[in-house]
């Protein structure tokens, strides 16, 4: 058996219904009842909402969750403020308040990267009521009680962003919606690139299906632009798929980093900040496993806050 994007899903002998009011964004395509149970939630929080945490791993969908609460929003007329790590440091820096938009939806893309100047901008402009308020949507693909454990992210403003929460299924959480995605994503790639669109094998689907796709979207995007540029076949079978998924891992083994040249003191407190991310900010735990005592490890963590380690680690 062969697919293409124009062919049914992998495993429906039907074509899915279109997303309850036509939310039918890339990335929230399919019709597992962890997708279903997103669109529902986004559609019933757009009208009324004021400030939505997106939570999840790396390439989950946050933009597109993000446009669809903005285009169910009171706000859908305005366009919707996207900001990445760089222009969201201007854009909430304390002297941009006259270049800010009054009214409106910003969604802030790498919330966890904000600087404390930036964190202290938003929270201001979360705080602001009446005709200048704007809605804020953030993602953060980690755990904000870790990241304020760690001293890098400011509690207050954790506090204020995380009243509505909405997590973003991975695509291991919705396997069955893995050959609509692939076939949109081919569709979509192949006319970007005028490339005309594969077939793709049982054998390929199967394969798709049954990895891990540790960065999600991204990564499933990374192997169809591998695939058209690469693979001139009109059929796409499981070899394929594993050539490609290859050549888009990161590379990690066999390759040498420089040695970093850095105080032993900071990579001791950088280390201690990755093991209390690893561990969601239990100080406890991450006591243990660095070997030490709880009163040791908030001594070093007091000593990292007055020397400012922790701030240029994260």
């Not at 990241?147 to 291991?172: M, Y």
């Not at 990579?267 to 709880?294: D, P």
């Amino acid at each position: 058996m062969n697919y293409s994007s124009r062919l049914l899903p992998f495993s429906s002998a039907k074509a899915p219904a279109a997303p309850t009011q036509a939310v039918a964004a890339s990335g929230l395509d399919g019709t597992s009842a962890a997708v279903a149970e997103l669109r529902s939630k986004l559609l019933r929080v757009a009208p009324y909402f004021r400030t939505v945490l997106l939570t999840g791993e790396m390439g989950t969908g946050a933009a597109f969750a993000a446009r669809v609460l903005h285009d169910h929003s009171p706000f859908r007329s305005k366009p919707l403020k996207v900001l990445a790590a760089g222009p969201a440091e201007v854009y909430f820096a304390p002297d941009s308040a006259g270049v800010r938009s009054p009214n409106g939806v910003v969604f802030v893309e790498e919330l966890a990267k904000l600087s404390r100047t930036a964190q202290a901008g938003l929270l201001h402009l979360v705080r602001v009521r009446g005709p200048r308020a704007v809605c804020v949507i953030a993602f953060a693909p980690n755990d904000l009680r870790a990241l304020v454990s760690a001293g890098s992210f400011s509690g207050e403003l954790a506090a204020a962003l995380g009243g509505l929460r909405i997590a973003l299924p991975s695509l291991r959480d919705r396997r069955e919606d893995i050959p609509t995605l692939l076939m949109e994503i081919l569709s979509r790639t192949a006319a970007k690139l005028g490339r005309t669109e594969p077939l793709l094998g049982e054998d390929f689907v199967k394969a798709a299906c049954n990895f891990a796709w540790p960065r999600n979207l991204d990564q499933m995007g990374e192997v169809v632009a591998w695939l058209l540029s690469h693979r001139a076949a009109s059929e796409l079978h499981r070899d394929d798929f594993e050539a490609a998924s290859e050549a888009c891992e990161p590379r990690m083994a066999g390759t040498t980093k420089p040695v970093r040249m850095a105080r032993l003191e900071e990579m001791v407190q950088e280390h201690i900040r990755a093991v209390l991310l690893a561990c969601e900010g239990n100080k406890l735990r991450a006591a243990e496993i660095l070997g030490i005592s709880r009163s040791t490890l908030y001594r070093m963590l007091d000593a990292a806050a007055v020397n400012g380690f922790l701030r240029r680690a994260g």
